[in-house]
């Protein structure tokens, strides 16, 4: 099988013919259709996330039909479309694991780091850990649901009920969870790179009431903010347009270094957090609140040869919403 592979940190990835994946016990193979971009896959290719499987293939927002079952499956069934996510297999004994936040699992391993991922013709999941992927999304429009889209939800479920919502970073994942705010009746405030007028533009059409650069006070106060860009002088800057008992939610895997802020930013009972991961429950939750938004995914399409140039065009920040990564079968 074909599949564009990361080898070093510097290094472009390399279009290799591998071996097609043997399913284990309990995996699923599949044959992948589209598989998504993300700000973490630049993490890994700019030896930001220091630990990655090497040579690695990329991508965890994998849509795949299965195609070989491994021994003991039984929640899919060849041909049935199936979706991967991030997370890729937990131990289930430890005190996180047993408490619902297997997403804290120090044992964990994720999709596209600690395991081959979907930059590729065929891939292996473990059962467990995938999800079906609800009808109605085409496989290119479905594939962002899976990071950008739930671990989105995840941050937005962490904003409590905030009437006025600041999205800083308006991306892949904030362009969902636009839309899943506007659908509950909350009031988004965008901020973008300073003079990004596409974007802005971009996310009123999605239903923000006002966009701005994340240089740029909001018109009122906010409740909650989502910081989804990988930029620390940006949580300062979220927690100053937050008022008092407010929540400023940092949804990356991967921040530049926060600076020093004075405690008045804080006080007032605003709180400040971190999302990491998913869980299982989050995934099946946010893959039924999606077609009941329904949350539209806006994508730009790359063929698997051109991984690379899909990753420089989601550092570029030039495109609206996701980036995915389109496998067509040959032949
Ligand atoms: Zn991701
Ligand atoms: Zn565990």
Not at 122 to 139: H, L, N, S, W
Not at 141 to 164: H, V
Not at 240 to 263: D, L, N, Q, W
Request: glycine content about 12%.
């Amino acid at each position: 099988m074909r599949a564009m592979v990361f080898t070093a940190v510097g290094q472009p990835l390399v279009e290799r013919d591998l071996a097609r994946p043997d399913p284990g016990p309990g995996a699923v193979r599949l044959d992948v259709r589209a598989c998504g971009v993300c700000r973490t896959d630049l993490h890994i290719v700019d030896g930001e996330l220091q630990r990655p499987k090497l040579p690695l293939v990329l991508g965890h927002q994998i849509v795949g039909t299965v195609n070989a079952l491994g021994a003991g499956v039984t929640r899919f069934a060849p041909g049935q479309r199936v979706g991967v996510p991030w997370l890729a297999w937990t131990c289930g004994r430890c005190r996180y694991c047993q408490g619902g936040r297997e997403n804290l699992c120090d044992e964990a391993l994720f999709t596209g780091y600690d395991v081959d991922g979907g930059f590729a013709e065929e891939t292996v999941a473990d059962e467990r850990y995938c999800f079906p992927i609800p009808d109605g999304y085409p496989d290119v429009q479905a594939a962002p649901l899976l990071c950008a889209g739930l671990i989105g939800y995840r941050a937005y479920s962490f904003a409590g009920a905030a009437e006025r919502l600041g999205l800083y970073g308006f991306g892949a994942a904030a362009h969902i969870v636009c839309q899943v705010a506007r659908a509950e009746g909350r009031r988004v405030f965008a901020f973008t790179r300073p003079g990004d007028t596409d974007g802005q533009a971009f996310a009123l059409g999605l239903g923000a009431e006002w966009a701005g650069g994340s240089d740029e006070r909001p018109p009122e106060e906010l409740d909650a903010a989502i910081v989804f860009a990988p930029a620390g002088e940006l949580v300062p800057a979220a927690l100053a347009a937050c008022g008092k008992g407010s929540s400023v939610v940092c949804a990356g895997i991967h921040m530049s270094e926060i600076p020093a802020f004075p405690y008045e930013l804080l006080r007032g009972e605003r709180s400040l957090r971190s999302v990491a991961n998913l869980t299982r429950a989050d995934g099946e939750a946010f893959m039924r609140a999606a077609p009941a938004v329904p949350v539209h995914t806006e994508v730009t399409v790359f063929p698997l040869a051109e991984a690379g140039a899909a990753l420089e065009t989601l550092r570029s920040g030039s495109v609206r919403g996701a980036v995915v990564i389109s496998v067509a079968t040959p032949g």
